[in-house]
């Protein structure tokens, strides 16, 4: 089984735009800027063996404000930029309940069993409480990016950067002792 490293779309990817004290996600692929500092850490954990799998709640899309094609667009963007290995959406709004809508974990679960995770040797790294949640739900090690969007709830690590949470992986998961199926 392999180890993977989850990453949280918006905030992590990408910078999102804060709107009344809230963050929302680029609705178009020229609001879409990539963030660079995430690009050579994310190498790192590759040339370490993890698989890249960037997970994100798009409800704009069951909602009819982001046409899934332009959703498309911009992953095409991302996958190229830090060779990611895919791209989970939940395009459900929280009233849909849905089982893949984070906090819920169907994404992470999903990703399992595509590609033969061992969710225990997984990693998320996100800047949500979301993520930290769903990390919980199924096994894995959350380290958040300090951010506003952190909330109050479970969190196993809180990293300034990026790049101190790949410090922090390399730490807890030597290279060595990721496998690979």
């Known amino acids: 089984m392999r180890a993977a490293i989850f990453i949280e779309r918006d905030g992590i990817l990408n910078f999102e735009q804060v709107v009344r004290n809230q963050p929302v996600a680029p609705m178009r692929l020229e609001q879409l800027e990539h963030n660079p500092a995430a690009v ?21 899309v069951s909602q009819g404000l982001l046409p899934r094609n332009e959703l498309d667009r911009m992953h ?3 996958r190229r930029v830090f060779d990611l290995d895919d791209i989970l959406v939940c395009p459900h709004e929280s009233s849909d309940h849905c089982p893949c809508r984070k906090p819920r974990p169907g994404l992470f679960t999903e990703a399992a069993f595509s590609w033969h995770l061992n969710l225990q040797q997984s990693f998320v790294i996100s800047n949500k409480w979301q993520d930290a949640e769903a990390a919980m739900n199924v096994g894995c090690t959350s380290l958040l990016i300090s951010s506003p969007w952190m909330g109050k709830g479970h969190h196993d ?3 300034p950067t990026i790049e ?18």
């Open 40 to 60: 050579e850490p994310l190498r790192q954990l590759k040339a370490m063996g993890y698989l890249l799998i960037a997970t994100t709640n798009q409800p704009a």
């Open 157 to 159: 690590m809180v990293l």
């Open 164 to 181: 101190a949470a790949v410090k922090k992986i390399a730490q807890l998961q030597p290279a060595n002792q990721v496998m690979v199926a």
């Open 76 to 78: 095409a963007v991302l």
